[in-house]
């Protein structure tokens, strides 16, 4: 079972990130791709139409996690165990994030 989640620039779409069997995915959204305008989100994510794939959570999403005692306490309010990374970032970067990026969870 996959899990998708919409990744945000300044609140214009950016593209998408995906958890399947063990992997993570991220692509660029097509019209985000071809405006000359939007930046990469990330140097380590350049801007174009290949997938991106890892067997971890890639590091640039890594670092929109809290570390920490912020880490502990929200992982004990919403019921998460802290070592899975990727439904942390689902719970807690959809608003207010460091920098212009947000990740929201999308329906299956």
Do not use: C, W
Request: aromatic share 12%; proline share 3%; hydrophobic share 35%.
């Amino acid at each position: 079972m996959s899990r998708r989640a919409a990744v945000y620039n300044n609140e214009t779409l950016a593209g998408y990130l995906e958890k399947e069997s063990g992997a993570y995915l991220f692509t660029y959204d097509e019209s985000y791709v071809n405006d000359s305008k939007q930046p990469a989100i990330s140097l380590t994510l350049p801007k174009n139409q290949i997938e991106y794939k890892s067997d971890k959570l890639f590091p640039f999403f890594f670092g929109l996690l809290s570390e920490g005692a912020n880490k502990q306490v929200q992982s004990k309010l919403l019921r998460i165990d802290e070592s899975d990374h990727f439904t942390l970032l689902l719970k807690t970067a959809h608003s207010d994030t460091i920098g212009s990026v947000t990740v929201k969870e999308m329906e299956s």
